[in-house]
């Protein structure tokens, strides 16, 4: 008999999140960078070009350029700046090395999806786009696999209520405010039977107006919100951190040679080097499906949307969402976080803490100043988080509910309800229940990949060819 439900969703994270699961996903992204010829390495160049300049007179509801802010929404946001640093305190330092290689792979995993996105996607007479897994799933496997759409559908709805959508977009931002205007938690009321600061109940209620205002808009709304604030703040934030790594440039070996050593467990005791090197590999890789998706197949469905009718051009603008997302912007946390020393058990930090430590000891600036920039940055990229996983979960129901509008406006409300409860759970419960669903909703999309890689080599070879 289990003593907490904290037992229970550990024992249930370990089971998905087991050798099969990582091992799939692993495998998946090296079949297809293997069996696509190293594109993300050799066309990655071409994809950072056609990411910023839209192609003219495609089908479609948003630019190329919007949709890769949409994904990227969904995608830059608490697993960045939290999950890097749960995913190096749970697994030490080596969790960031098996996340930069699974995003590596991922980059082709991502390239398929995106590929695939606009090959399979149908587009209705009131030119509304319907696509994303499901539809590559029913329209490429064929009608007698559709139960397996409907898997990936039901579990993309539970991962936009109950995971990356909601509860820990919400949670790290109440954290992070909390943490730099009341850290003593001295404005306290009772919430739910547990002490919360005032701080982090007015963070909440804000949050969930805000996402109300925007994801009642549809689409086009969040497309517009998040093609502001993605840019700036990822470009913002890549500058912190920029000036942060400079000003311990002197570290940055030691830390590099930290996490290699770390990744195949020769710190740890004798004997007990695999299972360092196995729990490295399972929270780095578990985080690195948080933050890029890669695999997961949230993306392809925002890919869908985007005006375009060349599969292998938003393939390959898809695919810079994982480089961007964890290559940049993941390495430079861990790199920051590992230099700091802030993911040492005896410091007692957990999530954001974490990583506003390691930027408050890393920049020259005022501690205070420091964690203002953090926390900023946090609640932008959770935001529009928030905003990209509506939208997933919104397609989801739509297939689920053959396109029921009724459906789609009680899962809105949900949605917001989810946002308004998720500051009152604690971190450890949050991203657990996140990791468990992110599993769940990648294992159907990693099936559907493996089925139609065949399809997607063969036509990406052909378009190299004539080019």
Known sequence: MFETVGEILDRIDSFVWGIPLIVMILATGIFLTLRLRGLNVRHLGKALKFMVKNEEGGEGEVSSFGALCTALSATIGTGNIVGVATAIAAGGPGALFWMIVAAFFGMATKYAEGFLAIKYRTIDKDNHVLGGPFYYIENGMGHKWKWLAKVFAFFGCCVGLFGIGTFSQVNGISSAVNNFFDPESAWCLTVFGREISWTVVIAGIIISVC??????????????????????????????????????????????????????????????ALGAMLMAMQKGIARGIFSNEAGLGSAPIAAAAAKTNDTVRQGLVSMTGTFIDTIIVCTMTGLSIVIAGSWMPEKGLEGVQITMDAFASGLPFPAVVSSFILTVCLIFFAFTTILGWDYYGERCLEYLSNRNKTAVKVYRWLYILAVFIGPYMTVSAVWTIADIFNGLMALPNIIALIALSGVVARETVAYFKKR
């Open 211 to 272: 996402t109300a205002l925007v994801i009642i808009g549809g689409l086009k709304r969040i497309a517009g919100v998040s093609q502001v604030v993605v840019p700036f703040m990822a470009v913002f934030y890549v500058l912190a951190a920029i000036i942060l790594l400079g000003c311990n440039i002197e570290k940055i070996p030691g830390a590099v040679a930290e996490i290699v050593q770390s990744a195949f467990g020769l710190r740890a005791a004798a004997g007990g």
